[in-house]
């Protein structure tokens, strides 16, 4: 940078030979003495060492030289003052650059330096070079750093020492030596000025390290070429890359300055390198918790083994990837892993297969499928050398020796590997499975992961899946889940949306788009809010799919405000070795309040609410179906709820707390309440009133208890005359147990609204 060139500037004052009335013998100011008829100043014009120039005898005691010119001073200019002596009699003098510092109302800025160091001569005829940078920067190697008040200058120098001697002067020179200064102006250092050749081979990780120490608030840049770090770097300072790197799978790379995927894209080539190496480094960076992926889309040509890519198993501290889009590229990587393998299974041991052959090939976080099995079980761990496999849950029916299936699907994020991992977090993140993998893999252990804003696009197999207990307090918020199998009807769909293993999820505004189903659930505490989960079809009469699955009895779960478009409720128990009732809590638990029901195109046997009983002697122990909305377009179907009878049914005689009221029904032929209100009337007098509940008791259950009867109107016997008497009842008689008697002691008859129960309330 030279600004006499750039900006035009006129730095250089007038040489001697031009007239000595341009040069003063004060400050330089308008008005002050030149050296133009002074006895002690002469115009020399063959000197051997300088040509042209003056000699000047020292007569003050500080003999002052100034240009009359005045030379500009400005920000980011830095002027060096140069002028060559030589004694020639007399006195030795001492010389120094000297400049007057003007302001912009033509004042010196006496608060400057305006002298420089000073050079004494020791010998005669030999020519000494002395020489001052001028600038308002007050950095190192700037002899008068003066302020930005200062605008302009009057150069010259100072003869000081003994009066006497004769010294002959050169031309006074300033120039522009900015360029001296370019490297501490520059806000960037270069790591090829510490040691890095960049030239992929050499290791140039001490050289990153080196001008990290050296940036000292600056930028670092990266050249082109290819630059080798064989150790883990850690970078503290902000950096920049126009060349690439390479670095083994295991070494890190962690930027603390920028922690986003456009910097690591950058710095290796692409973004999938960029991708896997920022994920990599979010394990290992304390001072983020958050990968931002800059908006930008991934490419993936294969799944992500977290966990290897990390190196570790386990991990609890709060991590964020966030804003971004990952997208699946097909390739031989995504293909599913298949196994077929025979094992025995014994419910003494309920969550272990023995005696697997081939075991080996078995990968773990494989779907174990076969039958008796349940859905989402996984294998969590194999034993290679005892030929076992451990697996997610109980199966209900798979007692002995048996043939299974084993399937692995393959994720985008797999974080199987991990044997613990709490609080990661997925937020605003898109993954665009295409229909060629599955979303993510859960932990095998761990609790509070999240996913807020994600969308989930046309996965193979799977949303979301748990093997392992790595759901416990899972929060899945705001997500959207859009199946492959749109077109496909829904009684021949495979995906599913998610499945839980653990306890105490919250999947709260979601949409889910034409699955199989949307959530497999075990465990218990879950409470499932506002979202809209539809899984219709084109098919007239269609025969619809289940939307949520719980695995268990006893859930504790609350199912309120939701949309539930085209599919049902199933409650089963099909993760249990021993599925029979053995004194363990029933079915119970379960609150479905304030949900709006819709069916179209259905058969008119189709159910929202369906209980699967995979054993004997279970019954209704604590059920809330309150304040819903059920309503069906284009046929009108029979009832809202059943009982699957597929394996077992209900013990209806030990139902107890079971609340059905304030639903509304439209196009549904039985509508359902509990507590039942009927009024009988009875026109024959008789001394017991059989008064039926009909199809109104939920599930098809049977009349526990008959809580109040209140006569309407005068209870008359056969003759009319008024009777004052009040019966007992009977519930549970007639041949469905739907009924019950009212018995008066005598013959009456007359009206009244009996409410019954299809519960005991506890």
């Known amino acids: 940078m030279n600004k006499a060139i750039t900006d035009g500037l006129v730095l250089m004052p007038p040489p001697f030979s031009a007239g000595l009335n341009l040069w003063s013998r004060e400050d330089g100011t308008p008005g002050s003495g030149s050296y133009q008829g002074q006895p002690n100043a002469a115009l020399v014009t063959n000197d051997q060492d300088f040509g042209s120039c003056l000699e000047l005898q020292k007569t ?3 003999q002052k030289l100034r240009s009359f010119a005045q030379t500009p001073i400005q920000p980011g200019l830095y002027l060096r003052v140069t002028a060559r002596v030589k004694a020639v009699s007399g006195n030795l003098p001492s010389v120094r650059i000297a400049a007057w510092a003007g302001d912009v109302s033509g004042q010196n800025v006496a608060t400057v330096p305006q002298t420089g160091p000073a050079v004494t001569l020791t010998a005669y005829g030999q020519v000494v070079t002395v020489s001052a940078i001028i600038s308002p920067a007050n950095r190192t190697g700037v002899d008068l750093p003066w302020s930005l008040q200062t605008v302009y200058a009057h150069v010259g120098l100072d003869l000081t020492g003994a009066n006497g001697g004769v010294v002959r002067i050169d031309d006074i020179e300033v ?18 000025d510490f040691g890095a050749l960049g030239d992929g081979t050499t290791n140039d990780a001490p050289a990153f390290l080196a001008a990290d120490a050296a940036a000292q608030g600056r930028e670092i840049l990266v050249p082109s070429g290819v630059f080798r770090l064989n150790s883990d770097v850690t970078i503290n300072s902000r950096i920049r890359f126009e060349g690439t790197l390479s670095m083994p799978a ?34 290992f960076f304390t001072d983020y918790v958050t990968l931002d992926l800059s908006g930008r889309r991934v490419e993936l040509t294969e799944p992500i083994d977290v966990a290897a890519l990390a190196g570790i198993t386990s991990f609890s501290s709060r991590r964020v990837v966030r804003n971004g889009s990952l997208n699946a590229v097909a390739g031989p990587a995504w293909t599913t892993e298949e196994v077929t393998s025979v094992a025995t299974y014994s419910a003494a041991a309920n969550t272990t297969l023995t005696g697997v052959a081939n ?42 020796t048996r043939t299974y299936t084993f399937r692995r699907f393959k994720y985008m994020l797999d974080f199987s590997g991990f044997e613990l991992l709490s609080r990661f977090e997925l937020e605003d993140i898109e ?21 807020m804003s994600c969308t989930f696009n046309r996965p193979l197999d799977r949303g979301i899946s748990s093997a392992g ?3 416990q307090g899972m929060f899945v918020d705001m997500c959207q889940f859009l199946s492959n199998e749109q077109s496909v009807p829904a009684v021949d769909r ?38 809209h989960f539809f899984q219709g079809d084109n098919t007239t009469a269609g025969v619809r799919r289940a939307g949520l699955v719980f695995t268990q009895t006893n859930v504790s779960t609350v199912v309120t405000g939701n949309y539930i478009d085209n599919c049902f409720i199933e409650w089963g128990k099909e993760h249990d070795s021993a599925p029979e009732e053995n004194g363990e809590f029933s079915f119970g638990g379960l609150n479905i309040v304030g949900n709006v029901f819709i069916s179209s195109s259905t058969s008119t046997a189709f159910r929202w609410i369906v209980i699967k009983p995979y054993g004997p002697g279970h019954f209704l122990s604590g059920f809330t179906l309150s304040a819903n909305s059920f309503r069906s377009f284009g046929v009108v179907i029979d009832r809202v709820e059943m009982v699957d009878t597929s394996f077992a049914t209900l013990d209806f005689t030990r139902s107890r707390n079971v609340r059905v009221e304030g639903n509304s029904f439209n196009n549904v032929t039985q509508w ?15 001394e017991t009133w059989n008064v039926s509940a009909g199809g109104f008791v939920p599930f098809g259950g049977r009349i526990r208890q008959v809580q109040a009867v209140a006569p309407e109107g005068i209870i008359t016997n056969a003759s009319n005359a008024a009777r004052y008497v009040f019966p007992y009842a009977v519930p549970g008689t007639g041949a469905g147990g739907n009924e019950a008697q009212l018995r008066w002691g005598e013959a009456v008859k007359g009206k009244a609204l009996v409410t019954m129960r299809m519960d005991v309330p506890a």
């Open 175 to 192: 120039e522009d030596v900015t360029n001296i200064f370019i490297r501490k102006l520059m806000d960037w250092v270069d790591v090829r």
């Open 431 to 451: 993954f665009n499975c295409q229909g060629i993998g599955s979303g993510v893999m859960l932990p095998m252990s761990g609790s509070t992961q999240r996913f």
């Open 359 to 400: 075991v080996a090939n078995i990968p773990v976080g494989a779907l174990v499928i076969g039958t008796g099995v349940g859905r989402e079980v996984y294998v969590t761990a194999k034993n290679v050398g005892a030929g076992t496999l451990t697996i997610s849950q109980p199966l209900y029916g798979a007692v002995g």
């Open 494 to 531: 495979t995906t599913i949306a998610m499945n839980v293993q653990a306890n105490d999820t919250k999947l709260r505004n979601n949409r889910i788009v034409r699955f199989a189903h949307f959530a497999i659930m075990n465990g218990t505490g879950h409470l499932i809010h506002a979202n």
């Open 60 to 62: 003050e005691a500080t």
């Open 469 to 471: 207990t790595g759901c």
């Open 672 to 686: 359902i309440i509990n507590p039942v209100q009927v009024t009988h009337t009875q026109n024959t007098a008789a």
């Open 250 to 283: 295991n070494r890190k790379l962690t930027l603390t300055r920028n922690f986003d995927l456009d910097t690591y894209g950058q710095a290796f080539g692409s973004e999938l390198e960029g991708f896997k190496r920022a994920l990599q480094a979010l394990f």
